[in-house]
């Protein structure tokens, strides 16, 4: 009986300590978060506050955080509204750049990922091709809208080939350092077994270079993100950098901040966002 007692025993408690890792592990997960959110709190009172003593040093130049935020309530109140072609709600004007920024990312995510495979596989593609990446990539985005304009005749597919050409290089860049930092280990067990090109891309060479390559798309799309309220105040019609544009040119700068914050927000969750993505994906050595 005793013995049986004692089975019973040692077979409930690694349940209880499982439950109790489980509390710690959840204890512990909650105070981080709290303290993460708290810092969060504490940086964007001091922005508040900085911002309402330059509002306050300025005068009316500058209108203060809350004139702005109630613009920016009265803006999220009703964003899909749709008065005409020059009234649209402040969420139909996102999801047009957002729709824009997706197709251009993904247009040139599509060119740069084979690029950069190309340039850091290939010694001989990579000092051919590394000078006109190096050329090309500081280039301006504003500078590229002419050519689109001229190319695409339309201002809206010339939005998309800026987005396009300047989100290629934090991809192809870190793509070809991936490529290229590839360990020669790697390589002679894919010999060895007698791996096809295919073969050794599909199960060497990309799930080592993954993690730049996610690095690289994570940077592209930021840009990307950043591009888009330029190009969008050359190109005019819709989209968030239209309605910035717009708001400056009837002097309302509560829309112009309300749009920034915005942008802001909108670029930190794509970010976030995209980091989940990469964390899910990512290989592990």
């Known amino acids: 009986m005793a013995m049986k007692e004692q089975a019973i025993t040692s077979t409930l408690q690694p349940s209880a300590q499982s439950r109790w890792f489980s509390l710690a592990s959840l204890v512990e997960t909650l105070k981080s978060a709290s303290a993460s959110f708290l810092y969060t709190l504490i940086g964007f009172s001091l922005l508040l506050l900085l911002w309402g003593v330059i509002s306050g040093l300025v005068g009316n130049s500058l209108p203060g955080p809350l004139a702005t935020l109630k613009t920016l309530w009265q803006l999220v109140s009703d964003p899909f509204y749709d008065n005409g072609p020059n009234d649209k709600g402040v969420g139909l004007q996102m999801g047009s750049s957002l729709l824009r920024v997706f197709i251009g990312f993904s247009l040139g995510s ?35 809208f002419p050519i689109g304009l001229a190319v695409f005749k339309h201002a ?3 939005t998309i080939f800026v987005i396009f ?22 390589k002679v067990v894919g010999r060895a077994f007698g791996f096809s090109r295919w073969r050794y891309l599909r199960r060497v060479l990309i799930p080592y270079s993954l993690p730049h390559i996610l690095t690289g798309l994570r ?4 840009v990307a993100w950043l591009v888009i309220v330029a190009g969008e105040m050359l190109s005019g019609g819709m989209g968030i950098g239209f309605f910035v544009w717009d708001s400056w040119n009837a ?16 670029g930190l969750l794509l970010d976030r966002g995209f980091e989940i993505i990469a964390r899910k994906v990512r290989y592990e050595n």
């Not at 599509?110 to 280039?139: Q, Y």
């Not at 002097?251 to 909108?266: H, P």
């Open 219 to 222: 940077l592209s799309l930021g």
């Open 165 to 186: 050409i300047t989100s290629l290089w934090p991809t192809v860049i870190n793509t070809a350092f991936g490529v290229g930092s590839v360990p020669e280990d790697h």
């Open 251 to 266: 002097l309302n700068l509560e829309r112009v901040i309300s749009a920034i914050i915005l942008i802001g927000v909108t």
């Open 110 to 144: 599509l060119v740069a990922i084979p690029l950069g495979v190309i340039i850091g596989g290939t010694p001989l593609f990579r000092k051919v091709l590394s000078p006109v990446v190096e050329l090309l990539r500081p280039v301006s985005p504003l500078a590229w």
């Open 156 to 158: 809206g597919e010339a």
